[in-house]
């Protein structure tokens, strides 16, 4: 496991990347773009945080690498 900072309950981008970068900065060597969809109760993509469930992050190295990065970041309280 790799440490992070704290992550909002409702993350922006960049307050994503920058709770989760050190991870492929120190270890892959690589930055990273973050893009935040928001999801409704029945799966539909949202515009506004008021109807969204559900945040999804979609993680994408700027440099190619061999292998998986990490199919999951684990939030513990």
Not at 31 to 40: G, L
Not at 50 to 77: C, D, Q, R, V
Request: net charge positive; aromatic share 10%; hydrophobic share 30%.
């Amino acid at each position: 496991m790799y440490p992070s900072t704290k992550i909002p309950g409702k993350a922006t981008e960049t307050q994503f990347k920058d709770a989760v970068k050190g991870y492929y900065e120190n270890v892959l060597k690589t930055d990273i773009f973050v893009k935040r969809t928001m999801k409704s109760a029945t799966g539909d993509i949202v515009t506004t945080e008021s109807e969204a469930t559900k945040l999804e992050y979609e993680i994408t190295l700027k440099k190619l690498i061999s292998g998986t990065s990490t199919n999951s970041i684990k939030f513990m309280p």
